[in-house]
């Protein structure tokens, strides 16, 4: 089993649609999550870390659930410049020992 | 700050050559990280470091491959001898080990070609 699955997609939306994306993590003793991003032939970078809390930024919201080992990210009011490939991270030592998901391609079509 | 570098952006080899890829992580960085991305299998951890020292290489898929961080500001992979299963998407990522919340920033990486 993988330590963070993600659904591959891709995941088709128009303009303005909100779209979520799921993640599970196999080792219960994972210190921290994230959302990277990662647009076409670039480097990852840093959307959003994910609290226990649940945080916002903007048109994103990141939610953890550790009793089911699942973080998820949602998006409101898609635009065509959100389109790119979506990386669940997961830290799993206080080293900064970072494990990525396969991540989840979105395409925000007009 | 220039960011995390990587050289050389783009390689293309002959089975059997050596391969030497370079990465000089941010200044002020403690830890570094190189990963391996393709389609089938996505962005593999294959080593990191903490303060210069290998700390966890487990993801380094056979003797073929070697990294080396002689100081805080270097660091290579190489592969010997390289296969074109070894083509791939090669990034260095460097961070400021702040304990959990560490933030990764990556160079642009070097795309390596085995024919």
């Known amino acids: 089993r993988k330590e963070v699955e993600q659904d591959p997609g891709p995941f088709n939306v128009p303009e303005g649609a909100t779209v979520a994306f799921n993640c599970t993590y196999s080792?219960?003793?994972?210190?921290?999550f994230f959302w990277y991003r990662q647009d076409c032939r670039k480097e990852p970078k840093l959307l959003m870390s994910?609290?226990?809390s649940g945080n916002e930024d903007g048109r994103f919201t990141a939610q953890l659930n550790r009793a089911s080992q699942y973080i998820s990210l949602l998006i409101r009011d898609s635009k065509l410049s959100d389109s790119a490939t979506y990386l669940c991270?997961?830290?799993?030592?206080?080293?900064?020992?970072?494990?990525f998901g396969q991540g989840t391609t979105l395409q925000v079509k007009p | 700050d220039a960011g995390v570098i990587q050289s050389p952006r783009h390689e293309v080899t002959e089975m059997g050559q050596e391969v030497t890829l370079r990465c000089k992580p941010i200044?002020?960085?403690?830890?570094l990280f190189w990963y391996r991305q393709t389609m089938m299998r996505g962005l593999e951890l294959l080593i990191y470091?903490?303060?210069?020292?290998?700390?966890?290489d487990s993801g380094m898929p056979e003797d073929r491959f070697s990294a080396k961080m002689p100081n805080a500001s270097f660091s290579t992979l190489k592969i010997q001898p390289s296969e074109p299963r070894d083509s791939a998407v090669y990034f260095c990522?460097?961070?400021?080990?702040?304990?959990?919340?560490?933030?990764?920033?990556f160079g642009q990486g070097t795309r390596l070609t085995v024919v």
């Open positions: 990522a460097s961070s400021k080990s702040r304990g959990r919340w560490t933030e990764a920033f």
């Open positions: 200044s002020g960085h403690n830890s």
């Open positions: 991270v997961v830290n799993l030592s206080n080293t900064g020992k970072l494990i």
């Open positions: 080792n219960s003793a994972s210190q921290s």
């Open positions: 994910v609290y226990s």
């Open positions: 470091f903490n303060n210069n020292v290998p700390i966890d």
